[in-house]
């Protein structure tokens, strides 16, 4: 009979949360595969130097493809990533079109793959790809998107987004021949009406890339995507790259929920998870004679019998006072379950009543989800402008999913905001900041410090002024996690050596010295007497002879603790407390309270 240390995490249940949680209208997973191709344009124009000391359009094409890779590689090798080339000079593809070249099927990315790409960039590349595929002029860019297409209905796998990114620096591929722009929107249209999404990585070309001439009808745009966003042509790889990571993976709802404001009135919201904690993936274990990976699987046995149990053969069990509560795993299952998935209103308060020291973890962001129940766009826009209007915040109760137990939260409202080109730089939303419990608030014992003089703080507040600079989150990459994938990738590639990774948390200490000059030495000699030596080694104390072990004392008589047990209070003493109370007795109680607390319990009714 199991103890309830895994009270909201049942083993092996997994799939069924999941289904759960889809059944309440929440899509917590998001199943299949992404796949993404890479359409690009291998005509003689992408060849072509603008400037002697830029990229060919043709060369940032292929090392922001290789860079999409190898991240790929890192953050989601299941995704499927293709590459096509057309307006080549050879062919080849499923359906013999011409000037159509399809150098990568949709498969996972790998090393092989990336070496592959690599062998086109720079001048030998430009040679390599002239010997190899050669650069033409003549195509249909009919004919390339059903190749496209093509190749996503060959993929066995279920696949959750099927994306097209097209590079090109012709802005009106068609315009002598209007019965092949035609037939491209057409097969656009067509494409689109089956889940299928392109979009445009347009380059620089001399006289400026107008997308209005025939691109504005072929390229896809999301509901909360206006077309502006797409007008700006990438001049450099650092343009280019910045673009196509903000398009390479799809935005996905954590969860879509129900905004419960009373009864009567609801609406559909998406959960959006903005900051997520990247840790270096897990090892996989493989067997030593083949290297397949190998699974590990969990069986629980009977002590006494050696026989194997199933699930329903066990129950899970809790001590309150002296009884031990026995409960099947339906009634557990009903005792986790506080509310349906979804946020209710509770009231508002004023937005200076959310202080810093709330924070429990990074927030989440609620935006409108018009698919499900339509309206929510109009009521959550009402509800928004409202809340800014009065300063205030909304204070719900939010229950992300099943088996989940409730949080108090706070519904931050921001504003759109635009640049100085009128494209959206922040987004119309409310953050969801979790609110903390009483339980979780700890009262921290302050000793009293002696106060600083004027003189110092002014002194202080000179250097902090020095050394004051603009900090964005963003600028500074973990060290750790950035050297070991570079192994890995020194590895996969077959590279001679891992490059060396800077460390930006480092402080800048000959700039920090340039800056403050001085300062420091005349704050120390405010502060620290004249004989301080701040390198120099701290004695350390003798232990006080009087003091003793420092094992817990037994302050608590065997009458006392047959009173605590007795009472059902015993969990109430610590855990040094009850140890010693086991070393006393000569009980082997073990490491965890529970264990300590069945010793004694079971000892004393004895």
Not at 30 to 39: A, K, V
Not at 71 to 84: F, G, N, P, Q
Not at 475 to 480: M, Q
């Amino acid at each position: 009979m199991s103890g309830w240390e895994s009270y909201y995490k049942n083993e092996g249940d997994e799939e069924e949360e999941q289904e759960e949680g889809l059944e309440a209208g929440g899509e917590y997973t998001c199943s299949g595969r992404d796949s993404l191709i890479f359409l690009v344009d291998a005509s003689k124009a992408m060849f072509k130097l603008e400037d002697e000391d830029e990229l060919t359009p043709f060369d940032m094409s292929i090392q922001c493809i290789q860079s999409v890779y190898t991240s790929k590689i890192i953050s989601s090798d299941r995704d499927l990533l293709a590459v096509v080339f057309y307006g080549t000079e050879k062919d080849k593809n499923s359906v013999n079109f011409k000037n159509i070249y399809v150098l990568q099927e949709l498969d996972n990315p790998g090393a092989k793959r990336v070496l592959e790409l690599a062998q086109f960039k720079g001048q030998q590349g430009k040679k390599h790809f002239q010997d190899l595929i050669g650069y033409g002029c003549d195509y249909s860019l009919s004919e390339v998107l059903w190749v496209c297409a093509n190749l996503f209905s060959d993929v066995q796998f279920k696949m959750s987004h099927k994306r097209i990114m097209l590079f090109t620096n012709e802005d009106d591929p068609h315009g002598n021949d209007s019965a092949k722009a035609s037939r491209a929107r057409t097969k656009a249209g067509d494409l689109r009406d089956t889940g299928i999404f392109l979009d445009l990585m347009h380059l620089k070309k001399r006289g400026g890339f107008d997308i209005s001439l025939f691109y504005r009808d072929i390229i896809s745009t999301a509901e909360d995507e206006e077309l502006r966003v797409h007008f700006k042509e990438s001049s450099n790889l650092e343009d280019l790259l910045r673009t196509v990571r903000a398009k390479e993976t799809r935005k996905r709802a954590l969860s879509r929920l129900k905004f419960k404001l009373n009864k009567d009135i609801a609406f559909t919201v998406g959960i959006y998870n903005m900051v997520q904690k990247a840790f270096k993936p897990p090892p996989i274990r493989l067997y030593r004679e083949t290297n397949e990976p190998v699974k590990t699987k969990t069986r629980t046995f009977n002590v006494n019998t050696g026989s194997l149990l199933l699930p329903s053969d066990t129950k899970r069990s809790q001590i309150y006072g002296s009884r031990q509560i026995v409960l099947e795993k339906e009634e557990t299952e009903q005792l986790k379950r506080f509310d349906e998935p979804g946020l209710v209103l509770i009231g508002f308060k004023p937005l200076i009543m959310l202080k810093k020291h709330h924070y429990l973890r990074p927030s989440l962001f609620v935006y409108p989800e018009e698919s499900l129940v339509n309206g929510s766009s109009t009521l959550f826009n009402a509800l928004l402008t409202k809340c800014l209007e009065k300063e205030v915040m909304a204070v719900c109760r939010y229950t992300p999913r099943q088996n989940i137990p409730p949080y108090f939260v706070a519904l931050m409202p921001q504003e759109e905001e635009l640049n100085d080109q009128k494209i959206q730089v922040t987004p119309p939303g409310f953050h969801l900041v979790y609110l903390p419990y009483a339980d979780d608030k700890r009262k921290v014992p302050f000793t009293e410090k002696i106060t600083a003089n004027p003189e110092q703080v002014d002194k202080m507040k000179a250097i902090v002024q020095k050394l004051r600079f603009k900090y964005r989150s963003d600028s500074f990459e973990n060290p750790v996690l950035q050297q070991h994938f570079r192994n890995l990738e020194a590895l996969a590639l077959d590279l001679t050596e891992p490059e060396q990774v800077v460390d930006l948390t480092l402080p800048k200490v000959e700039a920090m010295d340039g800056r403050l000059g001085s300062l420091v030495d005349e704050f120390k000699e405010l502060v620290y007497p004249p004989d301080y030596n701040p390198e120099g080694k701290v004695l350390k104390r003798k232990q006080d002879e009087s003091s003793g072990s420092k094992r817990p004392k037994m302050e608590l008589s065997k009458e006392e603790l047959k009173a605590h047990v007795s009472k059902g209070t015993l969990g109430k003493l610590t855990v040094p407390m009850l140890k010693e109370a086991c070393r006393v007795y000569g009980l082997k109680g073990g490491m965890k309270k529970q264990e300590l607390l069945d010793a004694l319990t079971k000892y004393f009714q004895d």
